[in-house]
């Protein structure tokens, strides 16, 4: 007997979907959801700023872990976080879903009713998409983008190729709440005191958009959004931009409910080496990364935790209060390994 | 033991499908692949025009049928499709792979050659990307254009809902050839003489980005690309218009191969409900669909299958030589059935 996803079929499935996307649906634009692509009008002098990223279940989710409609709002959120880190405006999301076998349709509603929940909370729209069936639930989504009129601004991006020596190093929020938040999950302890920041954190993270577009206003040009871990993205700024980072463990902002529940080391390694937090770091001049984080620019605060060195270019050292270097359990997230 | 794709890592292998895509990779553009995301200059007074598809080993494709290099080109020409249909000049891809556990090293060096192959083919180029490991290879490209100026067109789009009682209903090049060459080589027949003009169809399909431009140019307004099937995509057309389609059998174009290799019935079945020809369908004035024959751009020749009818609203007719109604074996394409 056919499920009702297979009775409902691609068309109606899809209707469905954008329905239930409510105001998420870019319904206004020149060419709404429902032809062969969406379009819409580009401000003159802007440049376009782009993104593109898969998250599959067992590899980005499970579905032990987290819902459908969790796995929406970490892909939208995934996306605009990379658009954030290049200081970019977020315009509009493509949203392809490839749907697992077992899926059910009210798996489908939660799926869409997290996006719009991601999408209200970042002030982006959908504008198109599409939908298949696979053996493997896989959410695609492309955010599009606005730089700052090029005109206006010296440098219209942060870039990950822009750190210099003295600069200083900073990263907003917290980090390594997701991981320490998927480890509470794993381990059956969501009802302790506590325990919801970090898996929110995990479930239900937020990208930086504000504070993209405020740095690049404060005049720096150098940032990207720690996605991979906090080291592992130092290391690409750090082979970026041919420069060597060092980092200060005491620095680094963590979580009090990740040191509380897992303990200081545990939260330390999930904060150097956990990804997915959608956190930017930023490097530049100390005085104007320590202005940011008095603006507090939608609400989040900016930690200066290391500095830019001419030494060991392309590597990131973390000392820890006694200055040895250490040597965190894992160094990062890489989806191949 | 790990697999050298393990060995080699995420950014490894990134840096390695860079390397291979040669000029298909957008390297002179504001912000180029290696950057949280792509920037390029919009040109000014221009919409954007996007769109996103997701193609899925065993759904979209089967290793059987078509190599990983195949799927690749296939990828890019069903999104540069979408642009067409739109009467849109493509620009920049990104592109999202979900490499499946069992994808070697070799195959992933012949996804990029056919993914550059396409985009030369296509004049496209790719800005960005993401790879992550899956239980099922998953190909997703966003594929990102831009319209004629805006002031300069009074109908800056193909749509699906400018069909008109009155028009006629053209198709471009051929139909049913991508399905029919998924049967020979299924059938272990591609050594067959005419064979090969089937099996490229199915394996390496060509979108119709000149005569979608062409089309907006001579005043056309109506039209989409043939990708779930002839009838199902003029049902879409019927749909998003209100009007009812007829079209005649026997004036839908079919490669003669297909007739001489599996007979004309089913030539004609997989022409009325075979999908991804990817070629346009159009419906307007008749002599503005002659004259875009007569000057067959790009060397595609244009047919004048049907007519649009106030009758019988969302609803697609095909009529048989003897007048009859006719009633293919399959009406298309549905991802969820």
């Given at each position: 007997m056919p499920t009702p996803l297979e009775e409902l079929g691609e068309f109606s499935l899809i209707d469905r979907i954008v329905q239930r996307l409510g105001v998420a649906?870019?319904?206004?634009?020149?060419v709404p959801p429902g032809d062969d692509g969406a379009a819409w009008r580009v401000e003159d002098g802007c440049a376009a700023v782009a993104t593109i990223d898969m998250l599959t279940e067992g590899n980005h989710w499970r579905l032990d872990t987290m819902t459908l409609g969790d796995a929406g709002w970490r892909a939208v959120a995934a996306n605009v976080s990379d658009l954030a880190a290049m200081g970019a405006t977020p315009d509009y999301l493509l949203v392809g879903i490839a749907l697992g076998i077992d899926v059910t349709l009210d798996e489908v509603d939660d799926l869409a009713e997290g996006m719009l929940q991601a999408c209200l909370a970042h002030h982006v729209r959908i504008a198109g998409g599409d939908i298949v069936r696979s053996n493997t639930t896989t959410i695609s989504i492309a955010a599009y983008g606005h730089s700052a009129p090029l005109s206006e601004v010296p440098q219209p991006f942060l870039r990950r190729s822009e750190a210099k020596p003295g600069d200083r190093v900073a990263v907003s929020g917290t980090v390594g709440a997701s991981r320490a938040g998927l480890e509470i999950i794993e381990a059956l302890r969501?009802?302790?005191?506590?325990?919801e920041v970090l898996t929110r954190a995990h479930r239900r993270p937020r990208a930086r958009v504000q504070l993209g577009q405020e740095a690049l206003r404060a005049g720096l040009t150098c940032g990207m959004d720690v996605s991979d871990g906090l080291m592992q993205d130092l290391g690409h700024i750090a082979r970026a931009s041919g420069v060597g980072i060092e980092v200060a463990a005491a620095a680094v902002p963590i979580e009090q409910a990740a040191v509380d529940l897992l303990g200081a080391d545990i939260a330390l390694d999930y904060a150097l080496g956990?990804?997915?937090?959608?956190e930017l770091v930023l490097t530049g001049p100390g005085d104007v990364l320590k202005r940011l984080d008095q603006a507090a620019t939608g609400g989040t605060p900016v930690s200066l935790i290391g500095r830019v060195v001419a030494?060991?270019?392309?590597e990131v050292i973390v000392f820890s209060d006694e200055g040895q270097p250490y040597e965190p359990t894992r160094r990062g997230w890489d989806q191949l390994r």
């Amino acid at each position: 007997m056919p499920t009702p996803l297979e009775e409902l079929g691609e068309f109606s499935l899809i209707d469905r979907i954008v329905q239930r996307l409510g105001v998420a649906a870019a319904r206004n634009i020149l060419v709404p959801p429902g032809d062969d692509g969406a379009a819409w009008r580009v401000e003159d002098g802007c440049a376009a700023v782009a993104t593109i990223d898969m998250l599959t279940e067992g590899n980005h989710w499970r579905l032990d872990t987290m819902t459908l409609g969790d796995a929406g709002w970490r892909a939208v959120a995934a996306n605009v976080s990379d658009l954030a880190a290049m200081g970019a405006t977020p315009d509009y999301l493509l949203v392809g879903i490839a749907l697992g076998i077992d899926v059910t349709l009210d798996e489908v509603d939660d799926l869409a009713e997290g996006m719009l929940q991601a999408c209200l909370a970042h002030h982006v729209r959908i504008a198109g998409g599409d939908i298949v069936r696979s053996n493997t639930t896989t959410i695609s989504i492309a955010a599009y983008g606005h730089s700052a009129p090029l005109s206006e601004v010296p440098q219209p991006f942060l870039r990950r190729s822009e750190a210099k020596p003295g600069d200083r190093v900073a990263v907003s929020g917290t980090v390594g709440a997701s991981r320490a938040g998927l480890e509470i999950i794993e381990a059956l302890r969501e009802g302790e005191p506590g325990a919801e920041v970090l898996t929110r954190a995990h479930r239900r993270p937020r990208a930086r958009v504000q504070l993209g577009q405020e740095a690049l206003r404060a005049g720096l040009t150098c940032g990207m959004d720690v996605s991979d871990g906090l080291m592992q993205d130092l290391g690409h700024i750090a082979r970026a931009s041919g420069v060597g980072i060092e980092v200060a463990a005491a620095a680094v902002p963590i979580e009090q409910a990740a040191v509380d529940l897992l303990g200081a080391d545990i939260a330390l390694d999930y904060a150097l080496g956990g990804g997915e937090d959608f956190e930017l770091v930023l490097t530049g001049p100390g005085d104007v990364l320590k202005r940011l984080d008095q603006a507090a620019t939608g609400g989040t605060p900016v930690s200066l935790i290391g500095r830019v060195v001419a030494e060991h270019p392309g590597e990131v050292i973390v000392f820890s209060d006694e200055g040895q270097p250490y040597e965190p359990t894992r160094r990062g997230w890489d989806q191949l390994r």
